[in-house]
């Protein structure tokens, strides 16, 4: 019987973690399947992928975006409607030293120091506590998924493979022990992991979060 969640569990410093959009002809990897093959050419096997958060019509980020330490796209600090917006959102970043972090908007600084981030909202955890908006037994049921930090370090990335409530996710990410936890989109999901057999490699997106290995 198959769990409810596609997941996926990693030590950044051991593993390479990396967040992808565009090459370096700036064309976009669009799908899980589009980077797959981008990453064959160069010699590195995807063994986990999702998409890494929001974005515009124009496919471009909603929100912070650093590839390789690059702001592609700056912070977004403003107010509006939707997911994205539901306060306090946050990011997830990884610093140059390969320890990742997740903290509110508000929180975040860029000391020079992050080699890569995605912006995204709600926070699902915020110092362990659910986010104050959600409520159990909501009827705003989607394939959801989001990502969370260990106390180990570690990385937690889980997509659902039923439609599910922001409260329910969020318990999710809690009682895996995560302490912060963000969540990245919702219907549009598709996660990568063939160890796993979920093996998707369709999807249209901006961002996308990738583990790769080199090829033997």
């Known amino acids: 019987m198959k ?17 992808y959009w565009r090459d370096s002809q700036g064309r976009r990897y669009a799908s899980l399947g589009g980077l797959r093959q981008a990453l064959a050419t160069q010699h590195d096997s995807m063994l986990f992928a999702m998409n890494g958060g929001m974005f515009d019509p124009s496919f471009t980020p909603q929100g912070l975006f650093i590839e390789a330490g690059k702001t592609v796209v700056p ?4 107010t509006g409607a939707g997911n994205f917006y539901l306060k306090p959102n946050g990011v997830f970043y990884l610093t140059t030293d390969s320890t990742a972090h997740i903290c509110q908007t508000a929180a975040f600084r860029n000391n020079g120091r992050v080699a890569y981030a995605t912006q995204s909202g709600p926070m699902l955890l915020i110092d362990g506590r659910l986010h104050p908006a959600f409520r159990p037994g909501s009827a705003n049921l989607q394939i959801r998924n989001g990502v969370g930090i260990l106390p ?7 997509m659902s493979r039923r439609k599910i409530n922001f409260y329910d996710f969020a318990e999710y990410f809690r009682k895996a022990g995560c302490r912060q936890a963000l969540y990245l989109d919702g219907y549009v999901s598709r996660t990568y992991k063939p160890a796993a057999g979920s093996t998707q490699t369709d999807g249209d997106f901006g961002v996308i979060i ?4 080199p090829k033997p």
């Open 210 to 213: 990738g583990v790769t290995i």
């Open 75 to 78: 912070l977004d600090t403003a």
């Open 152 to 158: 180990n370090g570690q990385v937690l990335l889980a």
């Open 3 to 19: 769990t409810s969640y596609v997941s996926y569990r990693l030590d950044p410093r051991r593993q390479a973690l990396r967040m």
